[in-house]
């Protein structure tokens, strides 16, 4: 089921994380399952172990399901210095989750992540592809409400 | 070879360009503390704790993956380094589960033996640690992570030396630990089961399933006749325990400790030795006889035997049939011995001290069970076999010197060699030889398949056949080496310039197994192997074929090599393994009469 995703790339053990990358965004979940590290060691014959150690190395990867949003709040010390930890509690009060957890309605993941380089606008946090600076806990809250609504 | 002079606490030392400081050290005479390098491996500069001031460098540099330079001017030892040196100890014991007392690797820790020496206060360390679930999923090894110092030793063991690809680093930072696949445990991974990690582990976070309760309870229990084996390298590694020289040989205090401990009957895993050598031996001068142009590789060592059925298993049709020492003996002692002696093979109980942890996989293999009894019920390390020694508090350095029990415990010196690499190559080209030329070798030494190379190769000339040419490969990563060189001669031309491969799993064969004393490096495993070639060089009986006991019991029992009674009891079948979880796929030989 992954032979799409491999066609594109050469069986060379440097292709990896350019491969576990493709076939988790293209998973409905954005999770890489255990039966698609088996195919990609079957493709690369790189063995499993070494590829769950650059799956779990890495924090954009994931082995468990995720939810349609991921919000990857920052906390790296400007982002901690501005205050991301009230950012945090407000996000698990309103998602009712914690870290890597998915709402039950799978509709958000919440992690916690390191530097997104926009530290001019701290507290940041990023869902999905979009970057949202200058965090507030009402700011949070609304971006919330906005999202569900979109669905 | 280009020599480097440099001072280390202004002692002068010249060593070879490419060492490292902490081995120059050494040499110099000042051993610099260290947690994670060990002489044997590759150094990973993982802990810290070694770190040393080289005049000229800002901040200290570590010992274990620093090469000497010309003029080098070292200091080990400052009031700054000693700071550093128990910070970093005192947060690897914040995250380790001090449990020294019961821990099979007390005395033996070298964690605990640091934490001794750069005098650690343990009241001032913080307990950071979660406990996590200990990893019982494999028949062989335990993991215990909570112990574990992450100083990456079992990680570069396994991948590097052994090839086997079970373990890994998983996370990072504080969450940063040693795994399996996907965490589903060693039982459930590509684990061969050779516990080379387990050696080198530090601590006592990888070690050996223990079955001692089993021994014990079958030893008290007044209905069991139980039955003892033990393997070649085990009378050579027990005497260093209690203060005796490394390497010494005992037999007479190993089988008198097994009957002080109160096994019913103590024989000798070297005799079956001998008698795999005649089953195997034979089929070796068949295959030469029938110029098939395919190897007989060895099946002794079961880390070998699952290894190849993982990740070779098209080269499996070709390993010896013969089943390892330890499995002609648990099979002989459910036949032929109570037959013998009058007794019901029910009662008895098999048990093997080996020092292997594979062997503990190898005696739960469905194919070695009588009626879903295993031939080999119980299997013990050397390390078991030590606590067990030390718990009956048997003097084992003054202990009388004891014979075993007849039947199935004479054995030559081409039995005693099974204990180190190239040992089972030697003893079956003494007996090959005499198979083919009804003559015994004017001399019996084949050094040139001696020592701890990793792969040794030689041609030994058989007059009336003309030239077979051997290789012996020790440790898993050198096995890869000559089976990809078999697979692909094979693969191109249809045969292979080898006519008999031995492969252990472990580096230097046995004496250096997953079972022998924890930090039992190349060293030891040198002084262990140079042991058993010298009990086999003052033996009056050096050839398989002269033992006397195998020549009773081929007459009595066996009829001869290869009968159809033999291959009942003494050969056995293999399988194709999976390489994520080592599960059976599909049996690959056996299924025919016989290759």
Same mark, same amino acid.
């Given at each position: 089921m992954y032979q799409e995703i491999f066609k594109?790339?050469?069986?060379?053990?440097?292709n990896l994380i350019y491969i576990l990358h493709d076939i988790q965004d293209n998973h409905p979940q954005q999770y890489i399952t255990e039966e698609a590290v088996l195919s990609v060691s079957k493709y690369l014959n790189v063995p499993i172990n070494h590829i769950y150690g650059v799956i779990t190395f890495y924090?954009?990867?994931?082995?468990k399901a995720r939810g349609k949003n991921i919000i990857r709040l920052c906390e790296s010390p400007p982002c901690y210095l501005k205050g991301c930890d009230n950012i945090y509690r407000k996000l698990k009060e309103e998602l009712n989750i914690k870290q890597n957890e998915t709402t039950e309605d799978g509709l958000f993941t919440l992690e916690l992540c390191a530097c997104l380089g926009v530290c001019g606008n701290a507290p940041v946090m990023m869902i999905n592809n979009d970057i949202y600076g200058d965090l507030t806990e009402e700011k949070v809250v609304k971006i919330i409400k906005d999202i569900k609504g979109e669905k | 070879m280009k020599m480097i002079n440099l001072t280390i606490n202004n002692v002068p030392v010249e060593v070879p360009e490419g060492t490292t400081l902490i081995q120059a050290a050494l040499k110099a005479g000042f051993k610099v503390p260290s947690l994670c390098?060990?002489?044997?491996l590759a150094p990973?500069?993982?802990?810290?704790?070694c770190v040393c001031d080289v005049e000229g460098y800002p901040v200290p540099k570590r010992a274990c993956a620093t090469p000497v330079t010309e003029g080098m001017k070292v200091n080990t030892n400052s009031r700054e380094l000693r700071e550093l040196r128990k910070t970093i100890l005192e947060l690897v014991l914040a995250n380790h589960?001090?449990?020294? &007392?019961?821990?099979?690797?007390?005395?033996?820790c070298e964690l605990q033996q640091l934490a001794y020496t750069m005098d650690i206060?343990?009241?001032?360390?913080?307990?950071l640690l979660e406990m996590k679930p200990i990893d019982y999923s494999s028949p062989s090894i335990v993991r215990d992570t909570n112990k574990?110092?992450?100083?990456?030793r079992c990680i570069t063991v396994c991948?590097?030396?052994?090839?086997?690809?079970a373990l890994t680093f998983a996370?990072?930072?504080?969450?940063a630990h040693v795994d399996t696949a996907m965490s589903w445990g060693i039982g459930n991974?590509?684990?061969?089961?050779?516990g080379q990690c387990t050696v080198y582990c &530090?601590?006592?976070a990888l070690r050996e399933k223990d079955d001692t309760d089993k021994v014990w309870d079958a030893l008290l229990d007044p209905t069991k006749h139980v039955v003892v084996q033990e393997a070649p390298s085990i009378r050579a590694s027990l005497g260093d325990e209690f203060g005796?020289?490394?390497?010494?040989?005992?037999p007479g205090k190993m089988y008198a400790a097994l009957r002080a401990l109160g096994f019913d009957s103590v024989m000798d895993t070297n005799f079956t030795a001998d008698l795999t050598i005649m089953e195997e031996g034979t089929e070796c001068v068949e295959n030469l006889k029938k110029h098939t142009g395919k190897p007989v590789i060895t099946s002794c060592s079961p880390g070998w035997v699952k290894f190849v059925e993982t990740y070779y298993p098209d080269l499996t049709?070709?390993?010896?049939?013969a089943k390892s020492p330890m499995s002609m003996f648990g099979a002989l002692s459910k036949t032929y011995y109570p037959e013998v002696h009058g007794l019901? &093979?029910?009662?008895i109980v098999s048990v093997a001290i080996m020092p292997c942890t594979a062997k503990k996989f190898e005696a739960q293999r469905?194919?070695?069970?009588r009626d879903g009894v295993p031939d080999t019920d119980i299997v013990l390390t050397t390390r078991e076999f030590l606590r067990m020694i030390h718990e009956a508090g048997i003097d084992f350095q003054n202990i009388k010197e004891a014979k075993p029990d007849e039947g199935m415990s004479f054995y030559t010196g081409a039995g005693t060699i099974?204990?180190?690499?190239g040992g089972v190559m030697e003893a079956a080209i003494r007996s090959a030889y005499f198979l083919v030329t009804g003559q015994d070798l004017?001399? &019996?030494?084949?050094?040139?398949?001696?020592?701890?190379?990793?792969v040794k190769e030689a041609v030994i000339t058989i007059p009336g056949f003309g030239d077979v040419k051997v290789a012996v490969a020790n440790g898993l990563g050198n096995a890869r080496k000559v089976m990809d060189k078999i697979q692909q001669q094979i693969n191109e031309?249809?045969?292979?310039?080898?006519h008999f491969v031995e492969i252990m799993a472990c580096p230097g064969g046995c004496v250096g197994g997953?079972?022998?004393?924890?930090?039992?490096g190349i060293a030891q495993r040198a002084r262990r192997g140079e042991a058993l070639y010298k009990e086999d060089a003052n033996?009056?009986?050096?050839?398989?074929?002269?033992?006397p006991e195998i020549t009773k019991i081929y007459a009595d029992?066996?009829?001869?090599?290869?009968s159809h009674k033999a291959h009942e009891l003494l050969h056995t079948y293999y399988f194709g393994r999976d390489k994520f979880k080592g599960q059976v796929e599909k049996q690959t030989t056996g299924l025919d009469s016989h290759h």
């Open positions: 594109k790339y050469e069986p060379t053990k440097d924090g954009m990867f994931s082995m | 390098w060990h002489p044997d990973t500069a993982a802990c810290g704790i589960d001090v449990k020294c &007392p019961t821990c099979v690797a007390n005395g033996k206060d343990m009241e001032k360390v913080p307990k574990c110092i992450n100083c990456g991948n590097d030396i052994q090839t086997v690809y996370d990072r930072g504080f969450e991974s590509a684990c061969v089961n050779c &530090p601590t006592g005796m020289d490394m390497g010494t040989v005992t049709p070709y390993v010896s049939t019901d &093979p029910k009662d469905p194919e070695l069970a099974f204990g180190a690499t004017e001399n &019996p030494n084949i050094e040139a398949v001696r020592g701890l190379k990793g031309t249809g045969s292979t310039e080898y997953g079972g022998q004393p924890f930090g039992n033996m009056d009986f050096r050839c398989s074929h002269h033992n029992y066996l009829e001869k090599p290869g």
